[in-house]
C-alpha cells in the first residue's frame, strides 16, 4: 500500500467550503433516495429486494425503479468526489469524514463533520469519533505535513 497523502490543518480546512456543499448535497439525495423508496413500496405493495427492472413491474414501478439508480448512482459519485479530495468517509449519515495528518511526527486523523466551521479535532488511527481530542495551539504546533 502507498503512504496517504497526509493534510495540514490548513490544507483541510481550505477543504470545508467544498465539504461542506457536497455533504449537504449528499443528505438532499439521500432524503430524495428515502422517500423514493417508500413511494416505491407504496406503488408496488412491498419493499423492493432489487431495483432491478422485473417482469411484471407496471410501468410507474419500473419507472421509479430507474429514476432511485440514478439517484444511487449520484450518490456515489458524491462521495467518490470526497474521496478524490483525500477525505475518508467515516459516517455518511452525520458527514464525518477524517484526513490523515501527523501529530509530533505520528500519523493521526484530523476529524471533521458536516456543521462544523473549522478542523478542530483529531484522534488516533485506532480511536474513533469518541477519542477525538482538540486541536489546541499546542497540538496545531506539533502538527506536521
Not at 7 to 32: K, T
Not at 56 to 67: C, G, I, M, W
Not at 106 to 128: F, I, K, M, N, T
Request: hydrophobic share 35%; aromatic share 8%.
Amino acid at each position: 500500500m502507498s503512504e496517504p497523502r497526509v493534510f495540514s490543518v490548513e490544507e483541510v480546512e481550505a477543504l470545508i467550503p467544498s465539504l461542506s456543499r457536497i455533504i449537504g448535497d449528499q443528505f438532499l439525495i439521500q432524503s430524495e433516495i428515502e422517500r423514493g423508496i417508500a413511494r416505491l413500496a407504496e406503488t408496488s405493495g412491498k419493499v423492493p429486494r432489487s431495483l432491478e427492472q422485473g417482469p411484471t413491474d407496471s410501468a410507474a414501478v419500473a419507472d421509479l425503479k430507474r429514476e432511485l439508480r440514478g439517484r444511487i448512482d449520484n450518490y456515489q459519485r458524491g462521495w467518490a468526489k470526497l474521496e478524490e479530495l483525500g477525505a475518508v468517509i467515516k459516517d455518511p449519515r452525520s458527514g464525518l469524514v477524517d484526513f490523515y495528518g501527523r501529530v509530533a511526527g505520528r500519523l493521526v486523523w484530523l476529524c471533521w463533520r458536516y456543521g462544523e466551521e473549522s478542523l478542530d479535532w483529531y484522534h488516533d488511527l485506532d480511536a474513533g469519533f469518541g477519542g477525538r481530542r482538540p486541536l489546541r495551539g499546542e497540538t496545531r504546533s506539533q502538527l506536521l505535513n
